[in-house]
């Protein structure tokens, strides 16, 4: 990323959006200058930094105090999904539920995304309780089909092309293609977008 790159690092996963989120504001509000701000599973990368902005970055991350980020004003994209996954038993009966009921739990759930990667279009997903992460699978699929709603650790994700993988496949996501090089911005999900996958 070039001298201009800072990578933060975090304790957890809970803290990294509500840090992105205040260096955007700082960003947005004009304190700091940089070119991107990307969120991961447990560091945020900040690039275009001048050796001023660098300065005001480190300032505001000394003085930043972690905390939950509020995702409840983010957008609200709504996915219709067929939970006719191959997996959908194997979770089911990992939560003691029935299938019926795991897709209820699955439905009645609000994602939000944490951050995007793995693939163009790919969003990892939070909202699911700690007690409900789903194991991988033993064996990763060679090809999991494009749209396949899947859950894996703490996380849900809908795969936006066919590739291998090896997340529980629970249902089949309709609607807007997850990635559009035609569109602005080309992925549908977004770090802050809050997510419902409709039954």
Request: net charge negative.
């Amino acid at each position: 990323m070039g001298a201009g790159a800072v990578l933060l690092e975090l304790d957890d996963a809970v803290q990294v959006p509500a840090l992105a989120a205040a260096i955007v504001a700082a960003r947005e509000a004009g304190e700091i200058a940089t070119r991107d701000v990307v969120p991961a599973a447990t560091t945020v990368l900040v690039s275009g930094l001048s050796r001023v902005d660098r300065a005001v970055l480190e300032d505001l991350v000394a003085g930043w105090e972690p905390s939950e980020w509020d995702a409840a004003d983010g957008p609200l994209v709504e996915i219709p999904v067929a939970f006719d996954g191959p997996d959908l038993a194997d979770v089911a009966a990992g939560w003691a539920l029935t299938p019926d009921q795991a897709v209820a739990l699955i439905a009645s759930t609000e994602f939000t995304v944490a951050f995007c990667g793995f693939a163009p279009g790919f969003a990892y997903l939070t909202g699911l309780p700690a007690e409900r992460e789903v194991p991988r699978r033993a064996e990763p699929r060679t090809a999991v089909p494009a749209r396949a709603v899947a859950l894996a650790g703490p996380y849900a994700g809908v795969y936006p092309r066919s590739s291998p993988g090896g997340w529980q496949i629970v249902g089949t996501a309709f609607g807007e293609p997850l990635w559009d090089v035609d569109r602005t911005p080309p992925a549908l999900l977004t770090p802050g977008t809050r997510v419902r996958f409709l039954a």
